[in-house]
């Protein structure tokens, strides 16, 4: 089992993430921790080089945390970027927030960023993994625009099942799923049609858990894959080879 998308870099686990790495080490096969920020990505590295070959870095810049970010502060996280290109597992997580961003600037704003990280990575080759909301559809028509991308990663994706029909219409197209399926009724139709060559799991650690009180953490992935084996009446450890391997083809671990 591999949690392909957590924050636990996040002052959330200052007080204990020995543990929750430890409780992660004990059930997970790896754990993926994307940045959001240069300096989030900084510490996202810092963490992988502590815990190698358990934990995986990405370096993203987040759509709406990011997106009032000056040209320089742009440009220094695209530096830090290629400097690193050689020891992250993708480029993430990067995309359009169109729930919480109704402006038609910063929307604008935001899909500028995004394919300044499309552009690296079609030039390097490295994997994306994109956080999109309520903008599938377009996000799917810009992506279609880079050919040397290896791979294409929808992280807790919340489109619809047309464009999730598209989406595996490509063959290097994923769609990742998080702890939210357990809870959500969206997360679980769409579960049921999507086929699992396609998926992965997440569980968007510290978010996204049983409870909106509670922080989450990646050991909890393991609810997010019962939960697909409930709903497809497929058994755990199938769900679990398939998603995993995909993880693995995907960020090379
Ligand atoms: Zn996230």
Do not use: A, M
């Given at each position: 089992m591999i949690d392909t998308h957590c924050h636990i870099d996040f002052e959330d686990y200052d007080n204990d993430r020995e543990d929750v790495i430890k409780r992660a080490q004990e059930k997970l096969d790896a754990v993926i921790v994307s940045g959001i920020s240069e300096q989030s990505n900084q510490s996202v590295l810092d963490l992988s080089n502590k815990y190698k070959g358990f934990i995986y870095p990405t370096f993203?810049?987040?759509p709406v945390s990011?997106?009032?970010c000056s040209e320089d502060e742009l440009n220094g996280a695209h530096k830090h970027l290629i400097s690193n290109i050689k020891d992250i597992a993708a480029i993430g997580e990067v995309g359009m927030?169109?729930?919480y961003v109704k402006d038609k600037a910063l929307r604008e704003r935001q899909r500028e960023i995004f394919t300044s990280f499309l552009e690296i990575a079609d030039e390097y080759k490295v994997p994306i993994l994109m956080h999109v909301r309520d903008c599938e559809k377009k996000a799917v028509n810009i992506i279609e625009n880079y050919d040397n991308i290896p791979y294409f990663v929808f992280h807790c994706f919340s489109g619809s099942l047309k464009t999730a029909?598209?989406?595996m219409d490509k063959d290097n197209c994923y769609m990742s799923f998080s702890t939210m399926l357990c809870y959500s009724k969206q997360h679980q139709d769409l579960i049921e049609n999507l086929d699992l060559d396609y998926i992965?799991?997440?569980t968007d650690s510290p978010y996204l858990a049983m409870t909106k009180e509670e922080r989450n953490e990646p050991v909890n992935v393991v609810n997010a894959l019962n939960k697909i084996s409930e709903i497809k009446k497929i058994d755990l450890n199938?769900?679990?080879?398939?998603?995993?391997?995909n993880a693995r083809k995907i960020f090379k671990i």
């Open positions: 993203g810049y987040h990011s997106q009032n927030d169109f729930f029909r598209r989406i992965l799991t997440e199938t769900v679990d080879e398939i998603t995993t391997s």
